[in-house]
Structures are given as C-alpha cells and as structure tokens.
C-alpha cells in the first residue's frame, strides 16, 4: 500500500513541528513538505493532505490555496468565526472532492469535555468556562473555549433555559470575562501551562467542574493523525474532530 502524502504549513511552529515529528513516526504516511511564513506553497509538495496549524489572519488563505490545488486539508489554526466558516463552505462546491477539517481542538479528552459540558449544560442554571494557556497564545479566548460555550449556549436554548444568572452591573474593566452567547469565559495566561479548561456549571447546592489538560503538544497528534486519515472520506466542511471519532 503506498503512503499518504501529507505536507504541513506552520512547520516551524510549536504545533507544526510536533505534527512534522508524528507524521514522519506514522504507519502509512508520508512527510512531503514543511512551509511557514513567506513560503511559496505552490503544488503544497504533492501532498494529498495538508495540516494546516499557523496564526488565525494566515489560515483562510491558506485553506483557500490548498482547496484551489484539490487538496484535502486538516485545520488546527484558531480564529475560525462562522462567517469564515461560511465563506469556505461556498468555496467548497467548487471542489466537491475536496475535504476539509476545521477542529479547534484535536485533544481526545477536549472532545469528550466539549461533549460532557453539552449533556450537563441543560440540568445547570449557572455555568462558566475558564481557559488556561501558555502566555505565548496570541488569541483569546481559545477556540475551544468560545466552542465550548456556543454549544452549552446552544444547548441551554434548546432546553428553555434563560440567561445565565448575574447581578453584576458595574465592571469597567471586564473583570467577568468575555461573553459568548451569553456564557462568560474568562482567559488565564500563565508560563508553565500548555492548554487546559475548566466548566464549572451550579445550581442550588452543588456544582460539577468539568477539567481537561494538555500537559504536552503530543497529546493534540492521535486526533491529528486520525484527522489525516479520515479528511479524504468527508469532502465538503467539517467542523470538530467528534464527527471523526463518530461522536458526532
Ligand atoms: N486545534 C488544536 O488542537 C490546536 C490548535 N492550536 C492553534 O494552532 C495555531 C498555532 O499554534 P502554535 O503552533 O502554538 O503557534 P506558533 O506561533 O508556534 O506557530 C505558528 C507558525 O505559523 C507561522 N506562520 C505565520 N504566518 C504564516 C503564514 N502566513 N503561513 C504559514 N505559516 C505562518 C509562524 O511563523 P512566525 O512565528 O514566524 O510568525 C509559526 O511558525 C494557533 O491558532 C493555536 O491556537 C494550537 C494547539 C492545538
Ligand atoms: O494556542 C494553543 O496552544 C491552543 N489553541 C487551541 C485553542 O485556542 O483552543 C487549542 C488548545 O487549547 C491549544
């Protein structure tokens, strides 16, 4: 059986060298080219596949090209809103055969929270999400966490709930966070850390704390490398690795 041949732009990067490194260890396949800023991506080096993790202003550009080569491509980058979600959807029917796979984040267990905070969010009247990165993070708040809150929020609306309670009437200096569809989120930027979060959801006398950590960048490659294998089966967008790992 001939291998895969993946490329990866953002190579120099904390995350696209770590999935140079896991692509070059994988059975079935096969590392074809590393480009980072100023790169010429031209024929993306062969590649059938791209994994595409660089700076949020750079992604859609990037996708763009790949999508335009007939490229499948696995997105790791941030920033993804859904009018840039759109737009590459409309791209997209001009490339039936191609696959597209927008995750913001490829750590199995961040998958499960996202689930798990999903399932709780209706029996909850109150939930917050708290985000911790390493201070190097360029964006705020994570794309997992404004994820994270868009589907508890979805999710709440869909039981009936109403807003979030919160007295709060005076906060010039945006001390309770960002808010996301009405979930407050709230950024901790700390060096030592990698990517963690927390859900905290209350009600009357109890709370549930739903937590993940990602201690190391090698725990992002198991989705990543399924993501590889999977893109070229699902042409057109996909949004979250769920839908990879059949959670969806
Ligand atoms: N989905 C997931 O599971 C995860 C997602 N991420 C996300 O992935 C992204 C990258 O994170 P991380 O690796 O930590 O960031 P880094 O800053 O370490 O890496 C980004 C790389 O992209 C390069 N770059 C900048 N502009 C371009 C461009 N136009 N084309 C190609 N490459 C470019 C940067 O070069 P230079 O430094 O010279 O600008 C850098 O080498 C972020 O959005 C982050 O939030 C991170 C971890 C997990
Ligand atoms: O920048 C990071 O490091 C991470 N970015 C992603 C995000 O913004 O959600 C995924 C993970 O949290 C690590």
Redesign the pocket.
């Known amino acids: 059986m001939t291998a895969t041949r993946v490329s990866v732009i953002g190579a120099s990067g ?2 696209g060298g770590e999935v140079c490194r896991a692509v070059q260890a994988a059975d079935g396949l096969e590392l074809v080219g590393r480009f980072d800023v100023g790169d010429d991506l031209g024929d993306l080096g062969g590649a059938e596949v791209v994994v595409e993790f660089s700076v949020p202003d750079a992604s859609p550009a990037n996708v763009r090209h790949c999508v335009e080569q007939g490229v499948h491509v696995v997105v ?1 980058t ?1 920033g993804w809103s859904s009018a840039r979600l759109d737009e590459l959807r409309a791209r997209l029917t001009e490339h039936p055969e191609v696959g597209v796979l927008v995750a ?2 490829f ?1 199995i267990g ?1 998958v499960l929270m996202m689930r798990f905070a999903q399932l709780a969010a209706r029996f909850y009247e109150s939930v917050e999400v708290v ?1 911790l ?2 201070p190097d ?1 360029v ?1 705020a708040p ?4 404004a994820r994270t809150a868009s589907l508890i929020a979805a999710a709440r609306a869909d039981a009936g709930l109403g807003a979030v309670p919160d007295a709060t009437t005076t906060d010039p200096d945006g001390a309770r966070g960002a808010d996301v569809d009405g979930v407050r989120v709230h950024a901790v930027r700390l060096r030592g850390l ?2 963690h ?1 927390e859900v905290l959801f209350g009600a009357e006398g109890e709370q549930l704390t739903l937590r993940h950590d ?1 201690f190391d960048r090698v725990s992002f490659m198991p989705g990543v490398l399924a993501g590889v294998r999977a893109v070229g089966g699902h042409p057109g967008l996909t949004v979250g690795l769920e839908h990879v790992l059949d959670l969806g």
Do not use: F, I, L, Y
């Open positions: 904390r995350m790791g941030t913001p984040n750590a961040a985000e990165h390493h993070k964006d994570s794309g997992t966490a990698v990517a979060q990602s």
